[in-house]
């Protein structure tokens, strides 16, 4: 069965902390790799995505992300969090030639000043 | 990248009435569209797939009869909630693809729609 799992549904850290929030897939064929981030009542913003080729990405705002496909893991990371980081955190997974995403159920994270 | 605009941005309705949700690709031709379902506090779930021209294809357990979808050109998409009711209420967001490989799904701002 394809899916997503985000394990943590709520993380909190300390301005200018580090972070790293989880992802891992199940996904019978090349996943393309999405991590979005949604602010409350708003839609989604595109982080960053993977397709193929340099398995750390880069991305908007100071996020980055590594493909590991031994781990089938796409763990999204910033080395000092903002407060405006604050919000709600989704990877998503797709392939080539489908845009029919599958969501996990997101990561909402805190920050504290 | 491109530009998907939803319309409107929230809308309160009736019960019993009909509601309509426009989703538009500004700068893009999309061949294929795409309608979310998300309940607060919780994630997207892919209500059905619409190909520009023909009949949309529903995921398993969402109602077609009472979530009508249009995708009559190739730059618009609608969503029509047929005899809404309260437990219709959530957010709704789709997303449009111009079918190249080399580019992901672009999202819309969303639609909060509430049943009173």
């Known amino acids: 069965a394809q899916s997503v799992t985000q394990p943590d549904i709520h993380i909190t850290v300390s301005e200018g902390a580090s972070l790293e929030l989880r992802c891992n897939y199940s996904?019978?064929?090349?996943?393309?790799l999405f991590w979005y981030v949604q602010s409350p009542g708003q839609g989604l913003q595109l982080l960053l995505k993977?397709?193929?080729?340099?398995?750390l990405v880069q991305g908007i705002k100071g996020f980055e992300a590594e493909f590991k496909r031994s781990q089938s893991s796409f763990n999204l990371r910033k080395p000092s969090v903002h407060w405006s980081d604050a919000a709600e955190y989704f990877c998503?997974?797709?392939?080539?030639?489908?845009?029919?995403?599958?969501f996990g159920t997101g990561t909402r994270l805190k920050v504290l000043a | 990248g491109a530009v998907v605009s939803q319309h409107p941005s929230w809308v309160i309705c009736k019960s019993g009435t009909s509601v309509k949700i426009e989703c538009r690709s500004l700068?893009?031709?999309?061949?294929?569209m795409f309608w979310y379902r998300q309940f607060p506090k919780q994630s997207l779930m892919l209500m059905a797939t619409?190909?520009?021209?023909?009949?949309?294809?529903?995921e398993q357990g969402v109602e077609k009869d009472k979530f009508l979808i249009n995708h009559a050109s190739l730059t618009l998409s609608t969503l029509t909630v047929t005899s809404a009711h309260p437990e219709d209420s959530s957010f709704y967001i789709c997303?449009?693809?111009?079918?190249?490989?080399?580019?992901?799904?672009?999202f819309g701002q969303g639609t909060r729609l509430t049943v009173v």
């Open positions: 998503a997974v797709g392939g080539s030639g489908t845009y029919k995403y599958i």
């Open positions: 619409s190909n520009e021209g023909s009949k949309a294809t529903y």
């Open positions: 700068d893009f031709q999309a061949t294929t």
């Open positions: 997303s449009a693809t111009s079918g190249d490989s080399n580019t992901e799904a672009f």
């Open positions: 993977y397709f193929s080729g340099d398995t």
């Open positions: 996904y019978g064929a090349t996943p393309y």
